[in-house]
């Protein structure tokens, strides 16, 4: 859960507050740092209760207790921690208190949508059937949690609310993690044969996996610039961000450089999530 959060989780929260504090960009007013502040615990929490259900419902499965048996033997049900009864109370209790979330602070859909996206991947094996079909689930995953998380912050049923330029962002947001979450399924590439699950490195092949890898973050780096009409001494960091995971993926290859680049990748996409603060600021 450690690396969802890092990876996931992170980024989640970072678009709700980048969204607030990027004046009115993205929301239909400037949302006040102590609104931001005081809205940060329940939506750390909505979060990273998704993680959770996330977490347990990708570990519970038969399927998946013989993938991590190979790539992460540490994890709680693989190592007997915890039988996967208890995991599934855990689950369903959990799932509970994010639908009781999401109705009071008015993100029931964004919840919903969440849960939903959860039960296609793992439950409805959406993530191992078909690798076009994975990549398309976890870039829309961002949609209803990235929604969720910038209503939470902003305090939806206010009077500022995330404006249409809000959901063309996330939009473009899910599109780049759509094309270029490959990154995450090198590491874990003998796991997901051993299983049979048809990831893009194992239908495709590592070349190509880490080519198209490569050609997306290249592409969005300079795309999501162009988009924001920013200039270019504003671009050092991602670019830099962006080169670097490039590199990563070009020349390690391994399973610890590949956690290390999908690492990198998470970081870059972080990094995304920032321009419109800079365009705020340059403003």
């Not at 519970?60 to 109370?89: C, H, M």
């Not at 996206?117 to 409805?124: F, G, I």
């Not at 200039?231 to 956690?259: E, P, Y």
């Amino acid at each position: 859960m450690a690396a969802d959060i890092r990876t996931l989780a992170t980024p989640i929260l970072l678009v709700g507050v980048l969204s607030a504090s990027s004046g009115n960009l993205l929301t239909t007013a400037s949302v006040p740092i102590a609104t931001i502040v005081t809205r940060l615990p329940i939506t750390c929490f909505w979060i990273l209760l998704n993680i959770l259900v996330i977490s347990i419902s990708n570990q519970r499965l038969p399927a998946s207790i013989l993938e991590d048996k190979i790539n992460k033997p540490w994890r709680p049900i693989v190592s007997g921690r915890i039988a996967v009864e208890q995991a599934s109370q855990i689950l369903f209790a959990s799932v509970i208190v994010l639908l009781g979330i999401g109705y009071y602070y008015n993100i029931l859909s964004e919840t919903m949508g969440c849960l939903v996206a959860n039960w296609v991947y793992n439950d409805l094996e959406g993530g191992d059937a078909n690798f076009v079909i994975r990549q398309v689930i976890n870039g829309l995953a961002y949609l209803p949690c990235g929604i969720g998380s910038t209503k939470l912050i902003v305090g939806n049923g206010g009077l500022i609310v995330p404006n249409e330029r809000f959901y063309e962002w996330i939009l473009i947001i899910t599109i780049i993690v759509g094309t270029t979450t490959q990154v995450q399924d090198l590491k874990d590439l003998e796991g997901d044969r051993a299983r049979n699950r048809h990831t893009f490195p194992v239908i495709l092949g590592d070349f190509l996996t880490r080519f198209s890898c490569c050609v997306g973050i290249a592409f969005w780096s300079v795309w999501c610039f162009v988009y924001w009409d920013l200039d270019w001494q504003l671009c050092g960091a991602t670019m830099i961000l962006g080169a670097t995971v490039i590199l990563s993926i070009s020349v390690l290859r391994g399973q610890k450089a590949d956690k290390r680049s999908f690492l990198l990748w998470s970081f870059w996409v972080m990094s995304l999530l920032a321009l419109p603060t800079f365009k705020h600021g340059s403003n």
